[in-house]
């Protein structure tokens, strides 16, 4: 990779770093860790190593949200 991209990806996640904290800081109403995110990389990684935390979650009234990312290499002809 070349150096100037590495320092451009190192500014963009500091940058967005810098945002969530601020944006933080700015809602002191709302309480935090009221929602949870759960990113995974294979469809059914969610229910297979994640579930029971994912119940708990939303057993303590939390939002619960999974977001899949996966390229469809599991799938045929993809």
Same mark, same amino acid.
């Given at each position: ?29 709302? *309480?935090?860790?009221? !929602?949870?995110?759960? =990113? ?5 990684? /969610?229910?297979?190593?994640? @579930? ?5 979650? *939303?057993?303590?009234? !939390?939002?619960?949200? =999974? ?5 469809? /290499?599991?799938?045929?002809? @993809?």
């Amino acid at each position: 990779m070349p150096p100037t991209l590495l320092i451009f990806f190192i500014s963009a996640f500091c940058y967005c770093l810098a945002r969530l904290l601020r944006l933080q800081r700015a809602m002191p109403g709302r *309480a935090r860790g009221q !929602r949870t995110l759960l =990113v995974v990389a294979h469809p059914d990684d /969610e229910s297979l190593f994640f @579930a029971s935390y994912l119940a708990d979650a *939303a057993h303590a009234g !939390r939002q619960v949200h =999974v977001l899949c990312l996966s390229t469809g /290499e599991g799938v045929a002809g @993809a």
